[in-house]
């Protein structure tokens, strides 16, 4: 079957890997969530100020507040990844140390997420 396409046309939009809107899209779109989330746990921590542990447990006993901390913490994590794989990706020198940097980046990002979201759950339902 005959290609009636340009080379150009084939690849136009397309980045080496193919997938460059893609994770520019991402990124954008975890920045845009992390600013309202961002805005509220600014707000959440100045009304806790001077609050004992018990207040905080308190607050974040209230099911919406849990939601919107997990919530925050695997967008912030997501977006820390994505940021991350770029800053590797643009300036690890060889395939060997890209590849180490992609996986050690990945491997924090799901790490922090997974702590951070265990910690919140044990605060909020007390273990």
Same mark, same amino acid.
């Given at each position: 079957?005959?290609?009636?396409?340009?080379?150009?046309?084939?690849?136009?939009?397309?980045?080496?890997?193919?997938?460059?809107?893609?994770?520019?899209?991402?990124?954008?779109?975890?920045?845009?969530?992390?600013?309202?989330?961002?805005?509220?746990?600014?707000?959440? $921590? *100045?009304?806790?100020?001077? &609050?004992?542990? @018990? !207040?905080?447990?308190?607050? /974040?006993?209230?099911?919406?507040? #849990?939601?919107?901390?997990?919530?925050?913490?695997?967008?912030?994590?997501?977006?820390?990844?994505?940021?991350?794989?770029?800053?590797?990706?643009?300036?690890?020198?060889?395939?060997?140390?890209?590849?180490?940097?992609? $996986? *050690?980046?990945?491997?924090? &990002?799901?790490? @922090? !997420?997974?702590?951070?979201? /265990?910690?919140?759950?044990?605060? #909020?339902?007390?273990?």
């Amino acid at each position: 079957m005959p290609r009636y396409r340009t080379p150009m046309s084939r690849v136009r939009g397309l980045g080496a890997a193919h997938e460059g809107v893609g994770h520019w899209l991402a990124q954008r779109l975890s920045a845009v969530a992390l600013v309202p989330l961002s805005l509220w746990l600014v707000v959440s $921590v *100045v009304s806790l100020e001077g &609050a004992d542990h @018990a !207040a905080f447990k308190a607050w /974040l006993g209230i099911f919406g507040n #849990a939601v919107l901390l997990v919530l925050f913490i695997l967008v912030a994590c997501h977006h820390m990844a994505l940021g991350l794989q770029v800053v590797v990706e643009d300036y690890a020198s060889g395939e060997t140390s890209k590849m180490i940097g992609l $996986v *050690v980046t990945r491997f924090v &990002a799901v790490l @922090a !997420a997974t702590g951070g979201v /265990l910690a919140v759950a044990r605060v #909020a339902f007390g273990a």
